[in-house]
C-alpha cells in the first residue's frame, strides 16, 4: 500500500515529491543552485539572497536548510541570506494527522554537479492508513507568506561525527537515525539475555551451506520507469526448491538501504560475504518502500528488487560497478536520456527550438529552450542551446550575465562538454573579461578531441579584442559632469 505524488504550488518548488506508505510520509526536494530557470523561477532556486554571494552545488551545506517537526505541523525553511529564513510553500503548517516527532528526520544527498536532495522521513503516530494530503490546510500552507517562526533559531543543534554542528534533526547519510540504533541495541540485549537462559548449547544438525551464487544467475534484468526501479535476477529452479525444503522458509534474501537511500545491500541470508548487489545507486530510493519478491516468469523463479524512486530522472545506472545493469547510449535516445534529455514534451520542444535556431529565430528558439529546462532542468545541452541563442541579441550587461550562468550551469552539470566552455570564452568576452576568456577557450580546446581550428580563430579574435580595449581613448574627467 503506497502513493505517489508532486507536492508545491504553481511557479513555487516545482520539484518536490512525495512518497507515502501505511506508516510513514517521505518528501525529495531537488535543491538546484541559484543560476537555474528564468524569469520567477530564477528567484525561487536561490539559497541566498541578492545582496549576499550565491551558492552553487559545492557550497551547500546542511546549515543552509532548517527543518523543524512537532506532533502536528511540519516546518521547512532555507537561507535567505546571512541570518534570515524563508518558509518553503506547501511545507509548513499542521499536517493531516500526528506525527512521531521522534523518529522525524532528514538528510542531504549530493548528485554530482546537478543538484542536492533533501529527503525527509515523517512517520506516522497512527500508522494504518494513508493521507489524502500532507497539510490539514493547503490553502494557508500554501500563502505566499515567507515570514519565518522565530523559534527556528532555538532548534537545537548538534555535532556530527566531523565535528559541525547540524540541526538536531538532521541524519548523515548512511548513518541510522537515533531510534534505529536504540533498537537495535535493545535487541542485542534481549538476544544475549536468551542466550543466558538457554541450558547449554544444543547440537543442531549439520545444514548444507548454500553459496549466492548456486542460487543466482547474474545476468541482471531492469525494468525502470519514472516511479521506481526494478532489478531481476533469474534463479536456478532446482535450486531454489531445494534450498526452500533445506532452511524451511522462502524467505531467504534480506535487503538494507541505509538512509538517504543513495546505497543498496542485497543479499542471500545464508551467504551474507556475497551479497548479490551492494554499493552506491544511480539515484535515490525510499527505503521505506524497497522489497523482494519472487516470481514465476517462463517457466523460472525469477528474483526481482522493488525500489520506489524520490525523483523521477532516469538513472544512467543502476549500481556501481555492475556494468549490465548501466544505461548505454547503444542508440540516439538512451544518448538524450544520459545527457539530462527523457521527458517527451521537452524533445519535442528542443527539437522546434533547434529548428528556430537554424532559422535564425533566436527568440522564439528561447521560449522553447525554456519550456525545455521546466521539464528537464538538468540537460546541459539545452543549456549550452539557450546561451548560444541569446547571445544573439542580448546586450545588456546583467543579461550577458544571466547568459554566463546558463554556461556555468552546464559545466558543473558535465565538466567535460567542450561547447559550454565555448559559450563561457565568448560571454566573458562580451563583458571585458578578456584574460578568463582565453582561458575558458584555451581549455575548451583541449576538452575538444576533433582540434577544431575554430577555436585558434576564436582566441585570436579575443587577444585583438583586448587590444582593442585597452587602447581605447578615454575621456578625461575634467569633460565628465559634476
Not at 537561507?79 to 493531516?96: A, C
Request: net charge negative; hydrophobic share 30%; charged share 30%.
Amino acid at each position: 500500500m503506497e502513493t505517489h505524488g508532486l507536492l508545491g504550488p504553481p511557479k513555487e518548488f516545482s520539484h518536490i515529491y512525495s512518497y507515502q506508505t501505511a506508516d510513514s510520509y517521505c518528501i525529495a526536494i531537488q535543491l538546484r543552485p541559484p543560476y537555474e530557470g528564468s524569469g520567477g523561477s530564477r528567484q525561487i532556486h536561490k539559497i541566498t539572497s541578492e545582496w549576499d554571494s550565491r551558492k552553487g552545488v559545492e557550497d551547500l551545506t546542511p546549515n543552509d536548510m532548517m527543518i523543524k517537526f512537532t506532533e502536528r505541523s511540519i516546518e521547512v525553511c532555507k537561507r535567505g541570506g546571512s541570518s534570515s529564513w524563508h518558509m518553503i510553500r506547501g511545507l509548513k503548517g499542521p499536517t493531516l494527522q500526528q506525527l512521531n516527532k521522534e523518529k522525524c528526520f532528514w538528510t542531504m544527498t549530493k548528485h554530482g554537479g546537478r543538484y542536492w536532495l533533501i529527503s525527509i522521513e515523517l512517520t506516522k503516530k497512527t500508522p494504518g492508513k494513508l493521507w489524502n494530503r500532507l497539510m490539514r490546510d493547503e490553502r494557508e500552507a500554501n500563502r505566499p507568506n515567507m515570514k519565518w517562526d522565530k523559534d527556528m533559531q532555538r532548534t537545537p543543534m548538534l555535532m556530527d561525527k566531523d565535528g559541525k554542528f547540524v540541526p538536531s534533526t538532521y541524519c548523515n547519510p548512511m548513518v541510522k537515525p537515533k531510534y534505529e540504533t536504540e533498537e537495535d541495541d535493545l535487541e542485542d540485549v534481549l538476544i544475549e539475555e536468551l542466550d543466558m537462559l538457554e541450558d547449554g548449547p544444543e547440537q543442531e544438525e549439520a545444514k548444507k551451506v548454500w553459496k549466492m551464487q548456486d542460487l543466482c544467475d547474474l545476468r541482471f534484468g531492469m525494468e525502470e520507469s519514472t516511479l521506481s526501479m526494478l532489478v531481476q535476477v533469474p534463479l536456478f529452479a532446482e535450486t531454489w526448491r531445494e534450498i526452500q525444503r533445506d532452511q524451511g522458509t522462502s524467505d531467504l534474501f534480506a535487503v538494507d538501504v541505509p538512509f538517504g537511500g543513495q546505497h543498496v545491500k542485497f543479499w542471500l541470508k545464508c551467504d551474507p560475504e556475497s551479497p548479490i548487489l551492494e554499493g552506491k545507486m544511480g539515484g535515490c530510493v525510499w527505503r521505506r518502500g524497497c522489497r523482494w519478491h519472487v516470481e514465476q516468469k517462463h517457466g523460472r523463479p525469477i528474483l526481482e528488487l522493488y525500489m520506489p524512486k524520490q525523483t523521477p530522472e532516469p538513472w544512467s545506472f543502476v549500481v556501481e560497478g555492475y556494468h549490465n545493469l548501466s544505461r548505454t547510449a547503444y542508440d540516439p535516445y538512451q544518448q538524450m536520456i544520459l545527457d539530462g534529455l527523457w521527458d517527451d514534451e521537452a524533445i519535442e520542444e528542443k527539437a522546434k527550438g533547434d529548428g528556430y535556431f537554424r532559422e535564425s529565430e533566436y527568440r522564439a528558439a528561447v521560449k522553447c529552450y525554456d519550456r525545455v529546462l521546466e521539464r528537464n532542468p538538468d540537460s546541459y545541452i539545452t543549456l549550452t542551446n539557450r546561451a548560444a541563442a541569446r547571445l544573439a541579441y542580448e546586450t545588456e550587461k546583467f543579461k550577458v550575465e544571466e547568459i554566463l550562468e546558463d554556461a556555468q550551469r552546464a559545466l558543473e552539470i558535465n565538466p567535460t562538454w567542450h561547447k559550454a566552455k565555448f559559450r563561457e570564452g565568448i560571454v566573458l568576452c562580451k563583458l571585458h573579461r578578456y584574460d578568463e576568456a582565453i582561458w575558458a577557450l584555451q581549455e575548451g580546446q583541449r576538452m575538444d578531441r576533433t582540434n577544431h581550428q575554430g577555436w585558434e580563430e576564436e582566441i585570436n579574435a579575443v587577444k585583438d579584442e583586448r587590444i582593442k580595449w585597452h587602447n581605447r581613448k578615454t575621456k578625461s574627467y575634467l569633460h565628465d559632469v559634476e
